[in-house]
Structure formats: C-alpha cells, structure tokens
C-alpha cells in the first residue's frame, strides 16, 4: 500500500471518524423508520468513512471504493484481527442492498449488519490516533 500522506492532519481523521459514526446513527434511524435501503447505505458509509480516517491516520491511500478492502485488510493485520475480514465483508453486502428489490431486503439482518458496523468502529478506532510506519 502507498503511503499518499505521511504526515496526518488530526482534523481530516477527526473529521472522518465524526462523520462515520454520523452515518452509523442515521443508519439506525433509517432501520427504525424501515427504510432499509438507506439503513443499509449508511452502514457501508459509516465504514468507508471509519476505513478512511484510518487510512488518513496511517498515511495509506484511500482515494477509491476499492481501496476500502486494501485499507480493511491493512487494517486486520496491523490489529492481527482475523474479525475485521468478516466485517468488511458485510459493509460491503450493505452496500450491494442498493441493487436488491426493497421486498428481499431483511430488516433483522440488515438491523445485525448496523451492529456490526459499530464493532469496526470500535475495533478500527485505535488505529486512528496512532500511526503505525508502513511495512
């Protein structure tokens, strides 16, 4: 992975990670009121937005939709975290929801799925305020 930024600006990752638990919250409002096609976007974007604080913080490139694996999978080993894989993995199955018909969608599992997104937040967290050099 390239280091695109090897000096964090703490406000772009602050920024980033307010932003990603915004998302989060709005994901939860959607799910509640039933809209689970935002529901489901919001938790794709309040883990895009937590991959790119992370990758703003470590100085990784996240400029496009498939840098999030490269920056999830950084992330796992930097953690040694095998959990993160699974995660990213439903991040990015909310994110297909876009293209399912709103009568296939389930709201449990998207519902699990937001819950979910809160563990990689969580587990993603710490890799925001530290840098870690780039092997």
């Not at 980033?16 to 938790?43: I, R, T």
């Not at 953690?79 to 994110?95: E, K, Q, S």
């Not at 293209?99 to 890799?127: F, N, W």
């Amino acid at each position: 992975m390239t280091n695109a930024n090897p000096i964090p600006d703490p406000q772009e990752v602050a920024d980033y990670e307010a932003q990603a638990q915004e998302f989060l919250s709005k994901g939860q409002e959607y799910l509640a009121a039933g809209d689970l096609h935002q529901a489901s976007e919001k938790g794709w974007a309040a883990a895009s937005h937590m991959a790119k604080a992370v990758a703003c913080a470590q100085g990784w490139q996240y400029q496009k939709h498939s840098d999030f694996s490269a920056v999830m999978n950084q992330a796992s080993r930097l953690t040694n975290n095998d959990r993160l894989r699974d995660l990213r993995a439903l991040a990015n199955d909310l994110h297909g929801n876009y293209y399912v018909r709103k009568r296939h969608l389930d709201a449990e599992t998207i519902g699990k799925d937001l819950e979910s997104m809160a563990e990689l937040l969580q587990i993603l967290s710490p890799l925001t305020t530290t840098t870690i050099p780039n092997q």
